[in-house]
């Protein structure tokens, strides 16, 4: 994914400030405070907000998972939601079945499909949101605090999965942990790249940083 010159504002105030990023690598952290941009850069990125000025090009599709899954999930049944986006783009419902069936058993989740959302635990709810975007063939998964509100079982359990994604990862995280064996990450600040390289680099300048205030 490349953007060139992003501007964007929100609510009059400027959020992004002529941000030009190349994303390639398999795995990319996004650091920084609240409201440096991380959110509003990975909505821009899938295309959820757009810029008042610059280019994005994506090469491929882009999926998204956000930090409350509630925000994400619309329907009753697992399957339901899991055939949602297959459906919608013409596939029969035996072929959207077949598709969601296939990604659970991927990952040993088959005793998902016969339960409802509201049964499921939080860990199980933001899992079923990155089934979501797996069965819809995203290139390119948006991850925004994915375990921000989860037990350590459950941030355990969704971590190994998204560690052995063949996708591309982007994800933005307070949790410093979770992005050490990352090649690459980001810190914004103010809308803008404050540092970017290797995870023990920039987690180690950002942490300074920190302490410091």
Not at 66 to 85: D, K, R, S, Y
Request: proline share 4%.
């Amino acid at each position: 994914m490349e953007l060139s010159r992003i501007h964007l504002t929100r609510d009059q105030s400027p959020v992004l400030r002529d941000l030009s990023l190349s994303l390639s690598e398999p795995r990319i952290g996004l650091i920084g405070r609240n409201g440096s941009g991380k959110s509003s850069l990975l909505r821009l990125m899938k295309g959820l907000l757009t810029a008042d000025s610059g280019v994005i090009r994506r090469p491929g599709s882009v999926g998204i998972v956000f930090q409350n899954p509630e925000h994400q999930l619309l329907f009753p049944t697992v399957m339901e939601e899991l055939c949602f986006g297959l459906r919608e783009r013409g596939r029969s419902e035996q072929e959207a079945r077949a598709c969601a069936q296939r990604v659970l058993r991927d990952f040993g989740a088959m005793e998902f499909e016969s339960r409802a959302v509201h049964e499921l635990s939080d860990g199980q709810k933001q899992l079923l949101c990155l089934f979501e975007v797996l069965v819809d063939g995203a290139d390119t998964i948006l991850l925004d605090e994915p375990c921000a509100s989860l037990d350590l079982a459950s941030r355990n359990q969704v971590m190994r999965i998204i560690e052995s994604l063949p996708q591309q990862v982007i994800m933005a995280t307070h949790d410093l942990e979770l992005l050490q064996d990352f090649p690459r990450v980001i810190w914004l600040d103010q809308g803008q790249v404050r540092a970017d390289g290797p995870a023990d680099a920039v987690i180690s300048a950002y942490r300074h940083w920190v302490q410091s205030k």
